[in-house]
């Protein structure tokens, strides 16, 4: 049976990749392969027991009912407090706006902020759904390019380049999912500043934030009160590991955040009430915060030094180190070029000849390049090793 969706609704609009590869993965698997999957952006780990409980006792005590739109106001006075306490600009609960996870926070900025004829400034490589929500708000997102000699990173020039046709937004995401990259204070200030002039919203997707490994941390929360049209999301899915619980936030002006809560109440009302007191348990006990997200940021470091040391064996792809985030931004293009494909021909080559699954650059912007998940267990990431070092061999021949 074919669904009739409307097609102005959904022009545009295609599955996530990283979706894609991981179903195929999962195929794979269910036919008896031994498939290694390294694609998805999800933590492994369990989400810390002090949060599973509080979970549990909201339940227990009849925390089942209708959340309130904007969320619980104790949980936006814990959200406030967490980000002025990381070195943001002052912020009262009305400036905050919870979600059912970060993703959907996003999508109501967007569809806040921009509409039809606006240009929303994507710089790429993007995390998958920023184009398709521009579209979804039927506003244009407009790929600005971004060079591996800048890091991966928007400078001011090509901003102030791509903002000479008008746009009414950009999104930032820092640290980044697919590079890893991170924004020092001073690439922000010119940022900010050609963003400021022309009179555009910014909207800074921190959603690793707190996964990171340099100092220091540049957050635009802390520029809010200089430049006003700045929308801080973050969530609760990387750093706690509470993918599943959907919870996710924003930060921004008081009418902004009206209006979003407006278009939520509309939409979903909000995450389940439960799931809020969780993330409220999450912040309220700063000791068990730290310990918890910080054991789980030194696992990923860990990780990210076994893998960087071992792919040195691999011929012919380079991983960047990142700053931050659990991705590895993988070049592949020498191997592109041995296969005579572009970055999806090459992990569908993975997925069925090594049964390893890792993204396409393609479905962040950028030809040549996979992206690779370290959010597994150690052995697992040794054993994608071994199956990239027998691609590598396999790929570009026994001359290397
Ligand atoms: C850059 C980025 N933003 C937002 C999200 C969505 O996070 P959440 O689980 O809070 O919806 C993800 C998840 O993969 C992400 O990588």
Partial sequence: MTVAASPGNLAGIEESATLGMTARAAALSREGRSVV???????????????????????????????????LRALREAI??????????????????????????????????????????VPAPFWVSYPAMARLARAEPVIVETRAEDGWKLTAG???EAAAGGARGLVLNSPSNPTGAMYEE??????????????????????????RYREPYASLAARRGEYERIVVVDGFSKAYAMTGWRVGYAVGPVDVVEAMTTLQGHVNTNTALPCQYAALAAL????????????????????RALLLSALERVPGIHPLPPDGAFYLWIDAREWC????GDSEALCYDLLEN????????????VEGYVRLSFAAADSVLEDAVDRLASAGVRILGGGR
């Fill in 37 to 71: 999957s390294l694609s998805a952006g999800e933590p492994d780990f369990e989400t810390p027991e002090y949060i599973r409980e509080a979970g549990v006792r909201a339940i227990r005590e009849g925390h089942t009912h209708y959340p309130p739109a904007a969320g």
């Fill in 80 to 121: 406030a407090a967490h980000v002025m306490d990381a070195g943001g600009a002052p912020c009262s609960p009305s400036e905050i706006l919870v979600s059912a996870g970060a993703k959907q926070v996003l999508f109501e900025a967007f569809f806040t902020l921009f509409g039809p004829g606006d240009r929303v400034l």
């Fill in 158 to 160: 090509s901003l102030e």
């Fill in 186 to 211: 001073s690439e922000l200030d010119s940022l900010v500043e050609v963003a400021e002039r022309h009179g555009m919203w910014i909207v800074s997707d921190e959603i690793y934030r707190e996964i």
């Fill in 284 to 303: 309220a006990d700063e000791g068990a915060r730290r310990a918890a997200v910080g054991a789980m940021a030194k696992a990923f470091a860990a990780r």
């Fill in 337 to 340: 070029a041995a296969l005579g």
């Fill in 354 to 365: 090594e049964g390893l699954a890792l993204v396409p650059g393609s479905a962040f912007g």
